[in-house]
């Protein structure tokens, strides 16, 4: 089992920035590709970003890509997301996940999520 708790959450003008963090604890962080999901009211969860076991591979959206970067600190056992030139469309709960294998950008193919923390981008 792994528990994953999402922070760094807020309020922020369009065109700011942002870093989300996302804590794990239970079992060995290092052995978990992550990702990052964003789901806005009225729409289903959709992904914004991952990285594998080690940090060297990582995958975006296409929406998000140039903007969001992902990455992790396997001896703190947290991953982030560094969001910049934040747009009103960004709005959402942001959730994190992980999953005993190789990076994945499908919801299904996760096994753990957190509880999510809101990001709300104000025109």
């Known amino acids: 089992q792994v528990q994953l708790v999402e922070s760094g959450g807020g309020l922020v003008q369009a065109g700011g920035s942002l870093r989300l963090s996302c804590a794990a604890s239970?079992?060995?962080?290092?052995?978990?590709?992550m990702g990052w999901f964003r789901e806005a009211p009225g729409t289903e969860r959709e992904f914004v970003a991952a990285i594998d076991w080690s940090g060297s591979m990582t995958y975006y959206a296409e929406s998000v890509k140039g903007r969001f970067t992902i990455s992790r600190d396997n001896a703190k056992g947290t991953v982030y997301l560094q969001m910049g030139s934040l747009d009103p469309e960004d709005t959402a709960v942001y959730f994190c996940?992980?999953?005993?294998?190789?990076?994945?950008?499908?919801?299904?193919?996760?096994?753990?999520w957190g509880q999510g923390t809101q990001v709300t981008v104000s025109s």
């Open positions: 239970g079992r060995t962080f290092s052995k978990y590709a």
């Open positions: 996940a992980a999953r005993d294998g190789i990076v994945a950008t499908m919801r299904h193919e996760y096994d753990y």
